[in-house]
């Protein structure tokens, strides 16, 4: 196997040796990187205990055994965010290109993390409800795509419907009614409802309120 160290100095065969190239031996010494490339390894120190540096920015401060990183950018960490295998470099931490997303939403990107600015941001406008807040109308619809439909109406004692302003996409799963006198002698009498009305027949007449769930 081939010494992974690259010698500082070569001697011809015929070459005089002098103090200055045996130093140079160890002095301008470098080594090969696992990829092969070569990379040049200095000690630096007052003493023989200093810190011994690699051209890529690896430190091991021989006096301690700590492993420590030359400076780089502030608010940077090493890293790869290239979207395929590359090279570490040190990138933001934050940012369009960095490895947080800082926006109004979240789901700008699904393979970096989320700031508490756009977390903040998601919450105060509405969690994903569109409408982020409530503006009339009687459609609600949650963002899993349950459906509220609500509403008030006036009716006389005979048969009839009340049909949604809008339909369910799929179907109404289940109807409520009460009256706005809370007056339990007065029922709406609903006999059937779908994905467009809601049929009923009241006892009488009177101001009924109604709810509406599906999808």
């Known amino acids: 196997m081939a010494s992974p160290?690259?010698?500082?100095?070569?001697?011809?065969?015929?070459?005089l040796v002098t103090a200055t190239k045996l130093q140079n031996i160890v002095d301008s010494a470098s080594f090969k990187d696992f990829?092969?490339?070569?990379e040049?390894?200095?000690?630096?120190?007052?003493?023989?205990?200093?810190?011994?540096?690699?051209?890529?920015?690896?430190a091991v401060k021989t006096s301690t055994g700590q492993l420590q990183l030359n400076s780089q950018a502030d608010q940077?960490?090493?890293?790869?965010?290239?979207?395929?295998?590359?090279?570490?470099?040190?990138?933001?931490i934050v940012g369009a290109a960095g490895i947080l997303v800082n926006s109004d939403s979240l789901g700008t990107d699904d393979t970096k993390g989320a700031t508490q600015g756009n977390i903040k941001a998601y919450v105060d406008g509405g969690g994903g409800f569109t409408p982020a807040s409530y503006t009339g109308g009687e459609t609600t619809t949650f963002p899993n795509g349950l459906?509220?439909?609500?509403?008030?109406v006036t009716l006389s004692a005979s048969?009839?419907?009340?049909?949604?302003?809008?339909?369910?996409?799929?179907?109404?799963?289940?109807?409520?009614?009460?009256?706005?006198?809370?007056?339990?002698?007065k029922n709406m009498g609903i006999t059937a409802f779908s994905a467009t009305a809601?049929?009923?027949?009241?006892?009488?007449s009177g101001t009924y309120t109604w709810l509406a769930i599906g999808h």
Request: aromatic share 6%; proline share 4%.
């Open 5 to 15: 160290i690259v010698r500082g100095q070569n001697f011809g065969s015929t070459e």
């Open 35 to 38: 990829d092969g490339s070569t």
């Open 40 to 58: 040049v390894f200095n000690v630096s120190g007052s003493t023989d205990i200093g810190t011994c540096v690699l051209a890529g920015g690896l």
């Open 76 to 92: 940077t960490v090493i890293g790869n965010v290239s979207g395929g295998s590359a090279v570490p470099t040190a990138v933001p």
């Open 147 to 152: 459906i509220i439909k609500f509403g008030q």
């Open 159 to 185: 048969a009839g419907s009340i049909t949604f302003g809008t339909a369910f996409p799929n179907a109404c799963i289940s109807v409520q009614d009460s009256t706005i006198a809370l007056d339990s002698s």
């Open 198 to 204: 809601i049929t009923v027949n009241p006892l009488s």
